[in-house]
């Protein structure tokens, strides 16, 4: 309990003070979640709106391969990204490995399933209310996916969120791919691990409430933006 | 372009193998309104299904005067039960328009004129799904009418309605009618049947029992069912 008030009381101070080391790690949490977000939605979204509207073979079997997906351990996920981009794996020569980069890779492969997943239940609801208006109205399959995309809006953004809480707490696979190298690839998660480790529960803690406080003002300043509240009704 | 004379040739729907339309041979000319009526589950919504495109022929072809393409191009649809985009007023009135790749600017001009065709001019930026039925229904109908399609399918487009809108929705669709567009809609109410009516298709267990010009079939049917039909007692 006392280290719980310390960590408050630290991380308190480390915030007011824009202590120099927190405020890099907490950027590059900030910079390799959302650059991940970004190009796991840019996947994921039309992924999911393909699935929604697209009668195939294979669909529903890709439905439930996404839907297992959702729960890919990341430890999983960061060793292999590891081998394939280790020194001997296939793309070894680009020198990803212990980069943001591939930090964002991993986390990119850990969030696509779950955007798709979530996307696609929402949009599959407004493709079978919009099915016949938009069948009549003669669309291209890339019309009725963007229009079923901007409608769907606000349901992605709650897909997106979701994605970005398990990316920016993720430790497991960036721990593998990232090596938690200061001034590098140390993140938030990393460093909680690493102090932990060290027995400095309190600042782990502090940083804890530090990453805590960064998803929950992500979270917010999204919704702010999106106007999830204020147009809700529709 | 011209589209008509539209000819249908023995065309059939059919569900789990039971027919739900069909066989139907039909041809239509381009001009007035064509009013589909008969008993529940007698194929009308079907039927204009088919005829649109929107459901599968099971049997026969549909022949327009240009190519099917071009046919579908030039028409639009009206559903029972509106469906509203998530959007605002004039985002639903412009849609159509923008499918097309009509400028921003004229689309929204156009839909400004539209919404104050059917009355909705002080509701340009309100969510359409939160517009009541009537409103919606108007909306839905200025939309499917915005790209001036040469002929426009109504499924029952008053069904829930009340008098007063529907009496709104009928003058925009006169006034559709007067401008050339072919009208082709299915309806439980022969009040409105026979107002808006220029030819009749009754159908009774999914194919055409009796069709024919309006006046003639609301004067002297033809068929005991047909009679029956119109005096408003159960046929089957």
């Known amino acids: 309990m006392v280290d719980l008030w310390s960590g408050l009381a630290q991380a308190f101070w480390l915030v007011v003070t824009l202590d120099g080391e927190l405020v890099e790690i907490a950027l590059r949490s900030l910079r390799v979640t959302l650059s991940a977000l970004a190009v796991a939605c840019v996947i994921a979204l039309p992924l999911a709106a393909f699935v929604a509207v697209k009668r195939f073979r294979a669909r529903r079997f890709v439905i439930a391969i996404l839907n297992a997906l959702m729960g890919l351990p990341p430890v999983v996920v960061g060793l292999i990204v590891y081998v394939f981009l280790s020194r001997s794996g296939p793309f070894g020569v680009m020198g990803l490995l212990f980069t943001p980069t591939a930090m964002i890779i991993a986390q990119t492969i850990i969030i696509v399933p779950l955007i798709a997943s979530i996307a696609h239940q929402s949009i599959r609801d407004l493709w079978q209310e919009y099915h016949d208006l938009l069948i009549s109205m003669n669309v291209t399959q890339g019309q009725k996916i963007r229009t079923l995309l901007w409608d769907c809006r606000r349901a992605l953004l709650t897909a997106a969120l979701a994605g970005f809480g398990r990316a920016i707490g993720e430790v497991g696979a960036i721990m593998i791919v990232g090596g938690n190298i200061d001034h590098a690839t140390r993140v938030l998660t990393t460093a909680i691990a690493l102090e932990t480790g060290k027995g400095e529960f309190a600042l782990a803690l502090a940083l804890g409430f530090v990453l805590i406080g960064l998803a929950v003002a992500v979270n917010l300043a999204i919704h702010w933006l999106g106007r999830t509240e204020r147009e809700g009704a529709w | ?236």
């Open chain 2, 1 to 236: 372009m011209e589209l008509f004379p539209m000819q249908a040739r023995g065309i059939e729907s059919r569900r789990h193998g039971q027919v739900l339309v069909g066989p139907v041979d039909l041809r239509l000319e381009g001009q007035g309104a064509c009013v589909v009526i008969g008993p529940n589950g007698s194929g009308k919504t079907t039927l204009l299904r088919l005829l649109h495109g929107t459901a599968r022929l099971s049997a026969g072809q549909i022949d327009w005067a240009c190519s099917t393409e071009e046919a579908r191009h030039h028409q639009g649809f009206v559903f029972q039960r509106p469906v509203m985009l998530r959007r605002t007023v004039m985002e639903n009135l412009a849609f159509p328009l923008r499918l097309r790749k009509v400028p921003a600017g004229e689309a929204r001009a156009r839909a400004r004129d539209w919404a104050a065709r059917v009355g909705l001019e002080q509701m340009l930026e309100r969510p359409a799904p939160v517009l009541s039925g009537g409103e919606q229904q108007k909306l839905a109908l200025a939309r499917a009418l915005i790209s001036e399609p040469k002929v426009l399918f109504l499924d029952e487009p008053c069904a829930a309605l009340d008098g007063r809108a529907t009496r709104e929705i009928e003058e925009i669709l006169t006034a559709a009618k007067s401008t050339g567009t072919r009208l082709i809609l299915s309806t439980h109410d022969m009040g409105q049947a026979r107002r808006l009516a220029d030819d009749v298709l009754f159908l009774l267990g999914g194919r055409i029992h009796e069709s024919g010009p309006a006046e003639t079939f609301f004067n002297r049917p033809e068929t005991p069912q047909a009679r029956a039909f119109l005096r408003g007692d159960i046929v089957e």
